[in-house]
């Protein structure tokens, strides 16, 4: 294995671990704040998970761009290609990251409003799912990098 194989792998592995971090950090805030809610109200189940596993993409977009990015290991042969795949991958690592977390901030709000008015229920969807367009332009991006 040389020298840039160990660059590429580095910055997969910083991207699933990123993103991972974003999106636990995001569930750890929607699932505890679901919690409350429910433990008032065990009804509004349905109106508060989708909000609850919003910030869970995050995870898996990361999961995603590891193993398209993994595919690209084997053609790797100098350090610049090792640093070229570490940038591919940076984007969806740090849009990941810090989406997860904001996006699990803003759903909890989100849930905690549920909780007190059931109607808001799919009005309210659309907050959180704004800032998953920024997960999804990290993870347009990174796609596109790795295929150059």
Same mark, same amino acid.
């Given at each position: 294995?040389?020298?840039?194989?160990?660059?590429?792998?580095?910055?997969?592995?910083?991207?699933?671990?990123?993103? &991972? =971090?974003?999106? *636990?950090?995001? /569930?750890?805030?929607?699932? $505890?704040? @679901?919690? %409350?809610?429910?433990?008032?109200?065990?009804?509004?189940?349905?109106?508060?998970?989708?909000?609850?596993?919003?910030?869970?993409?995050?995870?898996?977009?990361?999961?995603?761009? &590891? =193993?398209?990015? *993994?595919?690209? /290991?084997?053609?790797?042969? $100098?350090? @610049?290609? %090792?640093?070229?795949?570490?940038?591919?991958?940076?984007?969806?690592?740090?849009?990941?990251?810090?989406?997860?977390?904001?996006?699990?901030?803003?759903?909890?709000?989100?849930?905690?409003?549920?909780?007190?008015?059931?109607?808001?229920?799919?009005?309210?969807?659309?907050?959180?799912?704004?800032?998953?367009?920024?997960?999804?332009?990290?993870?347009?991006?990174?796609?596109?990098?790795?295929?150059?």
């Amino acid at each position: 294995m040389n020298t840039g194989n160990v660059i590429g792998i580095i910055g997969i592995a910083l991207c699933v671990l990123l993103c &991972g =971090i974003g999106s *636990s950090i995001g /569930l750890y805030k929607t699932g $505890t704040a @679901a919690a %409350g809610v429910l433990g008032e109200n065990p009804k509004k189940f349905g109106k508060v998970l989708v909000l609850v596993l919003l910030p869970a993409t995050q995870g898996i977009y990361g999961f995603i761009i &590891g =193993i398209i990015a *993994s595919s690209s /290991l084997g053609d790797i042969t $100098t350090v @610049a290609q %090792g640093w070229t795949l570490f940038g591919a991958v940076m984007p969806m690592a740090v849009s990941g990251l810090i989406t997860g977390f904001f996006q699990g901030k803003s759903a909890v709000n989100c849930i905690y409003a549920v909780g007190k008015q059931d109607s808001l229920g799919g009005k309210l969807i659309i907050y959180p799912a704004m800032i998953e367009f920024y997960a999804i332009l990290g993870l347009i991006i990174s796609i596109m990098l790795v295929a150059v």
